[in-house]
């Protein structure tokens, strides 16, 4: 009921920026939605990256990224963004577009239970 497609992703050295977009639709789907970002590199455990609640003022990061990634949302298009700069290669993931609930807040939505959708995924690769 709820469909969420990646974009955005690619090759870039270290201290480059790349910005993931994430396109949310279905009959499922409401703007009221927290909206989060997770990670997966190889060989390694899914990670939470950032969430963002539907006002777009709650927000919450993992701690290696909260200075240099930016969690942000457009809600008359359905969209939530994340803004990469001073990428370092341990950043090199795919990177998974999640939404929760409207009752989720941001720090909430760090925990994978509290995730209903996810999104294909977007490879992203940092160079050294």
């Known amino acids: 009921q709820v469909k969420l497609v990646e974009s955005g992703g690619g090759s870039v050295p270290a201290g480059g920026s790349l910005r993931l977009s994430c396109a949310a639709s279905?009959?499922?789907?409401?703007?009221?939605?927290?909206m989060g970002w997770f990670r997966q590199a190889p060989g390694k455990a899914q990670e939470f990256v950032a969430a963002?609640?539907?006002?777009?003022?709650?927000?919450y990061y993992k701690d290696s990224v909260k200075d240099r990634f930016t969690i942000s949302r457009d809600n008359a298009k359905n969209m939530v963004y994340l803004q990469m700069d001073s990428l370092k290669p341990v950043d090199t993931a795919v990177y998974y577009c999640?939404?929760?609930?409207?009752?989720?807040?941001?720090?909430?939505?760090?925990?994978?239970?509290?995730?209903?959708?996810w999104g294909p995924g977007t490879q992203v690769t940092v160079s050294s």
């Open positions: 963002i609640d539907w006002t777009g003022d709650d927000t």
């Open positions: 999640a939404v929760g609930s409207h009752s989720t807040t941001a720090k909430a939505m760090s925990s994978p239970s509290a995730v209903n959708d």
């Open positions: 279905g009959p499922g789907f409401s703007s009221y939605f927290t």
